[in-house]
């Protein structure tokens, strides 16, 4: 019973991350002005304001890869890289801090970061078009 779970399990992770992620990525690409802002982030580290184009495979290739399975794990990590430059350009002042219902500031930024670890950790599973 548990080892026909898995595949299900790994697929249910994969759309998950990767849907959600994906209406991010479409949202980028409907407001391209949003480029801009995180050209200004990652130049403030001294970075090439161009990688902020790397978005659009952090948040849009990436999950599509999860969403079909697709050489899942590096889509998972894609993502988690992705995110954890979100988190250290943006986020980091509220990696302590607490909403005011009592949620973690930055739990939806760590739900993707985490959930594209475990895909690339977990792999695609048996539902998927190039399954490892």
């Known amino acids: 019973m548990i080892d026909n779970n898995d595949g299900l399990g790994k697929l249910t992770v994969r759309m998950t991350v990767g849907s959600l ?35 659009y495979l952090g948040e849009v290739i990436a999950p599509l890869m999860l ?6 794990r590096i889509g998972g990590l894609i993502v988690a890289t992705n995110m954890l430059f979100a988190v250290v350009l943006v986020h980091s002042a509220e990696l302590l801090s607490l909403t005011q219902h009592g949620g973690w500031a930055i739990e939806l930024q760590a739900f993707y970061l985490l959930g594209g670890l475990c895909v690339a950790l977990l792999g695609s599973g048996k539902f998927a078009i190039k399954p490892d």
């Open 21 to 55: 992620m994906l209406f991010h990525g479409i949202a980028k690409i409907m407001h391209p002005e949003s480029m801009q802002f995180i050209g200004s982030s990652l130049a403030s580290f001294e970075l090439p304001a161009a990688l902020a184009y790397g978005v």
């Open 67 to 72: 969403i079909i399975g697709y050489y899942a």
